[in-house]
């Protein structure tokens, strides 16, 4: 048998007052879906509250609806009976409007209701529940559990709290605000030059508080500072050796990015490099000659930079110079009996460092030579016809000179003569005629 909710209920009230042993009204039958204006299991609709008989009426005296008996109120028989803000039976507390002790759900009141994500019924915003009924995130503005901070908004990789509702600190590459000047490799765009150095790599400092400048430098103090190759006179310990070459000068180009090589050389291998006109004994096929001597022998200055013409002779412009013994007719007072001649015609070879002494002689030897034309009894075939011409005749000599000697040759009979000293007879006739001596 089943009885609406309204004539169950007058049964229940009619024993209890035949058995004056109620204490308090029975609890609703059925679901929450019995609550006002709700459907009777018969399928028809009831309305409520109502009165015991289902009807309605007006009091006179108050012009209110009447409700029937007062019952005391019992949370989750789903019956709104004041002071009930609300009653959703067995629903009560599940998320719905109503929580379990029959009033609206609002957020701190530790139900999560319609709208709430949580509800922990605290005032606390620093647990997983905000005061919102929102979960907690980083970033609403409330330290959470988990978090070191939490400025909502203002959360950001430069001020005093991360994204990450973390604390910023000295090593996590974000510059904080008003604190840190850098932090790692991040130096917020700032260089050594900014800094008032030529140039470098500039650094942070472990406490982030400022830069660190070791690695910058300032070219033109004088010292190789770290980043420069070098720094005027300082040069690191370097020089032309280390740069590859045999010797020199190395100097710091005005950068200090670099070395001035200018000044050295590879001077002393024998080899002419770079700016080098000579070295050692590679000359280039230079010789005295080419270098506008009359010879000699040419040789390289021990800079490499010059040839050395101490050994080079200017033979053939008649002045003695270097090792020269003589220069075309410069004989520099030299003559066939200062070398040791009897006589004769003292020259210079054509290298002007030796005499020439082919025309110088020594007469008496017997043996024509230079410019002798006899020595003693060598006349060199000559005779006074050879030497005088035809007609002449007589004994043809030598003189202590090595010259010939005449004085015994005549012209003999026949032969014209200008006077009778030319005839071998002492006469010489009226026709002009040497006559033949008698």
Do not use: W
Not at 118 to 131: E, H, L, Y
Not at 209 to 215: A, F, H, I, K, R
Request: charged share 10%; net charge negative.
């Amino acid at each position: 048998m089943t009885f609406a909710p309204h004539a169950l209920g007058r049964t229940v009230l009619i024993a209890c007052s035949v058995l004056l042993a109620c204490v308090q009204p029975p609890a609703q039958i059925g679901s929450s879906s019995l609550g006002p204006d709700s459907e009777s299991t018969d399928g028809t609709a009831t309305s409520g509250p109502s009165t015991l008989d289902g009807t309605s009426t007006t009091s006179a005296e108050s012009g209110t609806d009447e409700t029937g008996p007062s019952f005391d109120p019992v949370c989750g028989d789903g019956i709104v009976e004041s002071p009930e803000e609300c009653d959703l039976g067995s629903l009560n507390g599940s998320g719905m409007y109503c929580t379990n002790s029959c009033t609206n759900n609002v957020c701190g009141d530790g139900y999560p209701g319609p709208g709430e994500a949580c509800d922990d019924g605290n005032q606390s915003n620093g647990d997983d529940c905000t005061n919102s009924c929102g979960l907690a995130s980083c970033g609403d503005g409330d330290v959470q559990t988990g978090e070191e901070c939490d400025e909502g908004a203002a959360n950001s990789e430069t001020g005093s709290c991360l994204p990450s509702c973390r604390l910023p600190i000295c090593g996590d590459l974000f510059i904080q605000d008003g604190v840190e000047m850098c932090d790692g490799t991040n130096i917020g765009g700032q260089t050594c030059v900014s800094q008032g150095f030529d140039d470098g790599v500039l650094l942070c400092s472990n406490d982030c508080l400022g830069y660190d400048t070791s690695n910058c430098y300032e070219c033109g103090n004088g010292v190789a500072e770290p980043g420069e190759v070098c720094d005027g006179a300082d040069l690191d310990n370097q020089t032309c050796a280390t740069q590859a070459f045999v010797g020199g000068t190395l100097a710091c180009q005005a950068s200090c990015n670099g070395f001035n090589t200018g000044g050295c050389h590879n001077c002393g291998n024998n080899a002419i490099n770079g700016g080098e006109t000579c070295d050692g004994t590679d000359l280039g096929g230079q010789t005295c000659v080419s270098q506008g001597f009359g010879g000699g022998t040419l040789a390289c200055q021990a800079n490499c930079m010059a040839f050395n013409t101490g050994a080079c002779n200017p033979c053939g412009n008649g002045m003695i110079n270097g090792a020269e013994v003589c220069d075309g007719m410069n004989l520099n007072g030299q003559t066939c009996v200062s070398q040791g001649f009897d006589g004769g015609m003292l020259a210079c070879q054509a290298n002007c460092m030796a005499f020439n002494t082919g025309g110088c002689h020594d007469c008496g030897d017997g043996v024509v030579n230079g410019m002798e034309q006899c020595d003693g009894a060598a006349l060199g075939g000559q005779t006074c016809m050879g030497l005088l011409g035809a007609g002449y005749q007589g004994t043809l000599s030598c003189n202590a000179a090595c010259m010939f000697n005449t004085s015994l040759c005549c012209k003999g009979g026949g032969v014209a003569c200008a006077s009778g000293l030319e005839c071998c007879s002492g006469n010489c006739n009226g026709s002009m005629v040497c006559t033949n001596p008698t």
